[in-house]
């Protein structure tokens, strides 16, 4: 399962991220690493941004990003 299809309100971890080079490092940059837990507050209308909280701040993924990122 990816971050893309998660539910609002659930609380997922990291398991794998997938993607390559420079992308894989923005999103490794933002906190977002192996075994963190990732909350999902929110998700557009649209379904593009997807607002989480990560490490204690808030975050906005696009769609694209979110479906880089495996989780369980």
Not at 20 to 46: H, N, S, Y
């Amino acid at each position: 399962m990816t971050l893309k299809e998660t539910a609002v309100g659930q609380t997922v971890k990291v398991k794998k991220l997938t993607g390559e080079g420079p992308v894989k490092r923005r999103i490794m940059d933002m906190g977002i690493t192996k075994g963190v837990d990732i909350f999902v507050r929110k998700v557009a209308p649209l379904g593009d941004p997807v607002e989480v909280t990560v490490r204690g701040y808030e975050l906005s993924l696009r769609k694209a990003d979110a479906e880089m990122i495996e989780v369980e």
